[in-house]
């Protein structure tokens, strides 16, 4: 009686040959429509430190702006000093307009910003980075600098906002 070593060796080597083939198939399918990305599970948010609360924010990719509607929680009227922003930790934003919203009117000057009253801050970045990621998350820093009495010690705050740029 012969028997056939190879063979059964070979057979063994080809069905698990075709079993990983059909598996690594199967990886490459889930990584290109996008299933591995953890950032597309990953929820949009905005921080902005206890003194500070994001009411509102959007990423615009089109208009290269960052706009962020924020409440101060100190329960006093405060000063902006000036804020920052930053994308994707290395491009800072050219210009920086804040408005504090008092009722129906818009006080250009942020100089006093009650606890009442919403602070509408709008980043706009130079060039266009924030075009090329349209419909993807992004991250933009920012911070504010205020201070609780006018001409006093200044403080500075750091937030961050990571949503879908629209």
Not at 24 to 48: H, N, Q, S, T
Not at 80 to 87: E, N, P, V
Not at 122 to 145: E, I, Q
């Amino acid at each position: 009686m012969k028997r056939r070593h190879g063979q059964a060796a070979l057979e063994f080597l080809t069905t698990y040959g075709w079993a990983f083939l059909i598996l690594l198939v199967m990886i490459g399918a889930i990584a290109y429509f996008g299933f591995l990305r953890p950032e597309k599970f990953l929820p949009d948010r905005c921080l902005a430190g206890a003194e500070f609360s994001c009411k509102d924010y959007r990423i615009d990719a089109t208009a290269n702006t960052v706009t962020l509607l924020l409440n101060q929680q100190l329960g006093k009227t405060i000063w902006i000093a000036g804020s920052t922003c930053t994308f994707s930790d290395i491009t800072p934003a050219v210009s920086i307009s804040g408005v504090v919203r008092n009722q129906a009117t818009v006080l250009v000057t942020p100089a006093a910003w009650s606890p009442r009253d919403p602070y509408s801050v709008t980043c706009t970045f130079g060039g266009s980075p924030l075009t090329n990621f349209k419909d993807k998350k992004v991250k933009v820093a920012f911070n504010l600098t205020y201070t609780t009495t006018s001409g006093g010690l200044l403080h500075t705050v750091d937030g961050e906002v990571y949503a879908e740029a629209q």
